[in-house]
């Protein structure tokens, strides 16, 4: 049966130690929370998990533990995206081994690939790996924006893709994606301020750094507009477009959420360098913040 990925999931952290190294049991503290706020899924080893930062071993370990403690309850999404497609592979084969339902891949990084190499990337991976697939657009960290021409392409040719997330925080794009893939693939919100605008415009879901935080909040924008209840959400909506302006725009976003869930008594550890923990001013307004909104603990 074909993997439906629709509701909020948090691209949750990973939780380090003071020696920076992968803290399993806080991780498995931290997924209960999650799971008690309503997510819809989760997702590993994203952006907001410092993928980037992390061993392939850690990234196994982390996934393992996902699998592990998550128990089937909700889908585990792990991302398997790297600079090149046959690590690209490498992480992927290892995502479908560990027991995911499904691979995030992102863009290549570093160096630019143009179309015919984004296309050839996509398709090497699709034909090595059989797990499903949610193509990741994320300009801030990859420079460059994936074209909907691309992913059309590769939704209409490969029934491995399940759904696309779409960081670039243009609603028309997310709009535009929803009306030509939209009744064969999930169209998902990559940006907390758009989580219900995705869901009017013909999306399913949303995977948002603020969902690590909030995840009650952001899981009742979609209960209240799948109850048709508009007023509702969109308070829920205010309240993540604040969070999402504090933690994500403010400031380094790894080091916000995790400090934001310390203070929420969780177990979010330190930012693995060159990332810094936030200075007390900061750290005062994230405070200010989750007060402002009434974060759950």
């Known amino acids: 049966m074909r993997l439906s990925i629709e509701g909020v999931m948090p691209p949750h ?31 590993s080893c994203g952006s907001n998990g410092e993928a980037p930062y992390l061993t392939r071993d850690e990234r196994r370990k982390v996934i393992q533990t996902v699998v592990d403690e998550v128990d089937g309850k909700v889908p585990v999404i792990a991302g398997t995206g790297a600079p090149s497609t046959r690590e690209t592979i490498v992480y992927t084969k290892d995502a479908k081994e560990l027991g995911a339902d499904a ?75 929803a009306s030509q893939v939209g009744g064969r693939i999930s169209v998902l919100s990559g940006s907390g301020d758009l989580i219900l605008p995705t869901f009017v415009m013909g999306g399913k879901g949303a995977i948002v ?28 909506q205010r309240k993540a477009l604040r969070l999402n302006e504090v933690l994500i725009r403010r400031f380094n976003q790894i080091s916000s959420v995790k400090e934001a869930l310390s203070q929420l008594g969780q177990p979010a550890g330190y930012p693995r360098r060159p990332s810094l923990p936030l200075d007390e001013e900061s750290r005062q307004e994230v405070r200010k913040v989750l007060s402002e909104i009434s974060v759950k603990k």
Do not use: M
């Not at 300009?139 to 997330?165: H, M, R, W």
């Open 103 to 177: 691979a995030l891949i992102v863009s290549p990084y570093y160096f630019k690939p143009d179309k015919k190499e984004l296309l050839q990337h996509y398709k090497a991976v699709l034909e090595a790996v059989d797990i499903p697939v949610i193509l990741y657009n994320v300009p801030k960290f990859t420079g460059y924006n994936l074209e909907p021409s691309i992913i059309v392409q590769l939704a209409n040719e490969y029934d491995q893709i399940v759904a696309v997330k779409d960081s670039g925080g243009s609603i028309g794009q997310i709009s535009d994606l």
């Open 13 to 43: 952290i990973t939780p380090f130690d003071k020696d920076e190294e992968v803290d399993e049991a806080a991780l498995r503290k931290l997924i209960h929370f999650w799971l008690d706020g309503g997510a819809s899924g989760l997702v």
């Open 209 to 236: 750094a603020v969902a690590i935080v909030a995840p009650s909040i952001c899981a009742d924008i979609y209960r209240f507009f799948k109850k048709k209840d508009v007023e509702r959400a969109v308070e829920a």
